[in-house]
């Protein structure tokens, strides 16, 4: 009897103070590549004015609203009712993986103690994040790459101007030559490569994404592409063999 595979479950936690309303889309898109996403809780104080936006999104991603007040000026409170709750849900061992939308550092010890327990923390947030709370996590996404255009920006019959789209919002696809140029990139390939490969300098592709998976919180999208053989492809580094029978694909460093 074959048995179906367990679909992991996945909580995302959705800081509304620091996260646009036009990339839950995205984010959700992504998540739903590595499970479902069976809890979806945004967090903010829903009386403000900011938060309007968010609310239509709610609805059509069914995430439940948790309201928090601001009890003072200077701390923020939603940051601690997330990690609070975070916590608990940790302790019901029910969840595969956490997510977190935040462009805050302060969400760094509650993601390191995540994964403490072996659970995988998935990260989104804008490329002015804190580089502790990117290298936290298993993998971070820059949310500008997965920022939508809101098709919805004027309301017919209203005087409502259209809201203006930042020009980062717009996905943006790095040229193999500006790849070439970041050496952390190209020395993260390098690496995974050389601790992967067999005697004649080859590596699965499998297998060096699943080193740079374990070793980092890299993700090909924050490059602009949806996969780790494009960017492989572009960046122009390696030999590529692609066997014809598993459609397994394998690289080799060109200077080898």
Known sequence: MSHKHKEDLIALFID???ISHRSIEGIINELSKY?????RQAYGNWTKENLKNWEDKLLEFAIKPIQQFDYSKNKNATDILMTIDAIDLLHTKDIDAFAFA???SDFTPVVMRVQAEGIKVYGFGEKKTPRPFIVACSQFIFTEQLTKA?????????????EE????????????????????LVNLLRTALEQTMDEGGWANLASIGQYINNSTSFSPINFGYKKLSSLID??????????EDSKQMSIRDKRF
Do not use: Q
């Not at 919805?152 to 209203?158: A, D, E, G, R």
């Open 165 to 184: 789209i930042p020009k980062e919002a717009i996905t943006l696809k790095k040229s193999g030559k500006e790849m070439r140029k970041d050496t952390w």
């Open 150 to 162: 809101d098709r919805k920006h004027t309301h017919i019959h209203t005087e409502e101007p259209a």
């Open 234 to 243: 572009e960046i122009d580094l390696f030999d590529i063999y692609l066997d």
């Open 35 to 39: 499970g479902i996403v069976n809890i």
């Open 102 to 104: 935040t462009s805050d």
């Open 16 to 18: 509304c103070d620091n």
